[in-house]
């Protein structure tokens, strides 16, 4: 059972920056990032294949976020830029045991435990 390690979030005016990292035991996992605002679901927020290193965002975070990983040190990295107050919630890493790109829950076998992102204005 792989095994994910997020680092703590934290809180940052619009328009300022944020790197959240994800550190996973296994390999050859797809990897994304989901967000869970109170009261609603989680939604796909990312996500990075293992292969070929695809990327898929989110129409809500595109040319603001930008996931990477090294895979020499089993890292997941969600790099979020000019945060808006809509982006407060809680990240959760993921891990998927499939090529491609997952943007459902259900696609994903094990999980972060989640770190909160607050964006203040």
């Known amino acids: 059972q792989v095994q994910l390690v997020e680092s703590r979030g934290g809180s940052v005016q619009a328009g300022g920056s944020l790197r959240l990292s994800c550190a996973h035991s296994?390999?050859?996992?797809?990897m994304g990032w989901f967000r869970q605002a109170p009261g609603e679901e989680r939604v796909f927020v990312a996500g990075i294949s293992w292969s070929d290193d695809m990327t898929d965002y989110a129409d809500s975070v595109k040319g603001r976020f930008t996931i990477s990983r090294d895979n020499v040190k089993n890292v997941v990295f969600l790099q979020m830029t000019n945060l808006k107050t809509d982006d407060t919630a809680v990240y959760y890493c993921?891990?998927?045991?499939?090529?491609?790109?997952?943007?459902?829950?259900?696609?994903?076998?094990?999980w972060g435990q989640g770190t909160q992102v607050t964006v203040s204005s």
């Open positions: 993921a891990a998927a045991r499939t090529a491609r790109i997952g943007v459902w829950t259900r696609e994903y076998d094990a």
């Open positions: 296994g390999r050859m996992f797809s």
